[in-house]
């Protein structure tokens, strides 16, 4: 029932949802509830719509009778109507424009019209943007234009937002999951493709010719790059996997103490000594990619095969070090029930000690033990550890700021 005493009438509209393109409805007829559901596959999409219910001077249709104007949308799992309380006054026969559904899933709760209100989305389900005036807004991004405005969604806001391009400092996405209707098969050369801008992707080669490199990728499906901004192509092995990368954020990861470490703006930082560790799946070879920022000193560890994921020195694996200019490749193992440590092979490395960063790649192999290093893209070291008898059985990484308080940030973290 409406407010005005008559039976609510409901109206389901199927609507196709495109990438970011905003879905245009035609209400044919006055609806107080209207349900919008994307099919086939059952997905709905939740409105947030206004009513008013104050009469309008020489207009005979009654206000609960006319037609609503959708705010926002959000995807949901469930079926949601929209509530009488919620419709902004319009006319019938109008086109309403929905802006594109914003990641996150539900947003409004149904458990009445006096008590309906706007639920907060969980913050790592949610896009951060940063403006240079020092502003941060979280929401989701919605598109970027080519008349270089950017269009925000903010659950306080009843319309998209607008930004110049050059207001923008940076934008940080929330990790997302690409749902595709036809989802290709695994199949195709593993590559990683370098942008001109150093920018790189991983994914599966799809096409080549003269002008396109066509790719597909686990986190926004299939994409192409023009062939003239790309600086490199390599060819990954068939068993080449990516097991963690920055956009994952803290997930999955284990700190020593609730201090040690922290997730910022993708990166995983730290200002206090301390690990962090996770378990990863049994593999034999395992390559690190990272770019380290430090302030003082660079007192940095990297344990790989380990059979604890936040024990440290008591554990067995393979440990790789940093002080300042030089690091060494030490193995934890256990001797007739006894731990000891030895150490395999160090090296200088004067290109360390002069500046505050370093791209690392790190490579380790258990089945072979070869272990190699490269900073700035240069090999700085190779070790192969002789013992044939040892072979690690652990599947943790562990990382270890030893530098005090001395600041240690890790970006664009790959395994």
């Known amino acids: 029932m409406n407010a005005s005493g008559q039976d609510a009438v409901k109206i389901q509209i199927q609507a196709k949802v495109e990438g970011n393109e905003p879905i245009l409805l035609n209400i044919e007829q006055p609806a107080p509830e209207v349900q919008l559901k994307k099919l086939p596959d059952g997905l709905e999409i939740k409105a947030k719509i206004e009513v008013n219910a104050a009469p309008v001077k020489g207009d005979d249709i009654p206000p609960l009778q006319k037609r609503a104007r959708i705010i926002n949308a959000a995807q949901a799992k469930a079926g949601i109507r929209i509530l ?5 006054v319009g006319r019938a026969g109008e086109v309403l424009q929905v802006a594109p559904p914003p990641f996150g899933g539900s947003r409004i709760s149904t458990t009445g019209a006096k008590s309906l209100q706007v639920i907060p989305a969980e913050p790592e389900k949610l896009d951060r943007l940063r403006l240079f005036d020092g502003s ?7 598109e970027l234009n080519e008349n270089r405005f950017l269009r925000w969604a903010n659950e306080a806001a009843a319309e998209p937002l607008s930004f110049r391009f050059s207001s923008v ?4 996405l ?3 999951k690409i749902q595709e209707e036809n989802p290709p098969e695994k199949s195709g050369q593993n590559i990683l493709l370098t942008f001109n801008n150093g920018d790189r992707i991983r994914g599966r080669l799809s096409k080549v010719d003269e002008k396109t490199f066509g790719m597909h990728t686990s986190f926004a499906g299939a994409l192409d790059a023009k062939r003239e901004n790309l600086a490199s192509v390599i060819l990954l092995p068939p068993s080449h996997e990516t097991l963690y990368d920055a956009s994952e954020g803290f997930s999955g990861w284990t700190p020593s103490n609730p201090n ?3 997730a910022e703006g993708g990166d995983l930082f730290t200002v206090v000594s301390g690990s962090i560790g996770r378990v990863l ?11 380290a920022n430090w302030e003082r000193s660079f007192y940095f560890r990297v344990q790989m095969f380990s059979d604890s994921q936040s024990r440290g020195y008591g554990s067995i694996g393979y440990d790789l070090s940093f002080s300042n200019n030089r690091m060494n490749l030490q193995v934890a193992k256990r001797k007739k029930g006894r731990l000891t440590r030895e150490t395999i092979g160090s090296a200088v490395i004067n290109d360390l000690f002069r500046s505050k960063s370093g791209h690392l790649r790190i490579y380790g192999n258990r089945k072979t033990k070869e272990f190699a290093v490269w900073l700035d893209g240069k090999q700085a070291a190779r070790w192969k550890d002789g013992d044939d008898d040892f072979a ?7 990382f270890y700021n030893q530098g005090g308080s001395s600041s240690l940030r890790l970006k664009d973290t790959t395994i």
Do not use: F, T, Y
């Not at 009488?84 to 902004?88: A, L, M």
């Not at 799946?281 to 770019?291: G, N, R, S, T, V």
């Not at 690690?392 to 562990?398: A, D, K, L, W």
């Open 174 to 176: 929330a990790a997302r």
């Open 84 to 88: 009488p309380n919620q419709v902004k």
């Open 136 to 142: 941060v807004l979280r929401g989701n991004l919605i």
């Open 260 to 262: 040690a470490w922290q």
């Open 392 to 398: 690690p059985m652990g599947n943790s990484i562990v």
């Open 281 to 291: 799946p049994e593999k034999d070879a395992l390559e690190i990619e990272l770019e």
């Open 169 to 172: 400092d940076s934008i940080e």
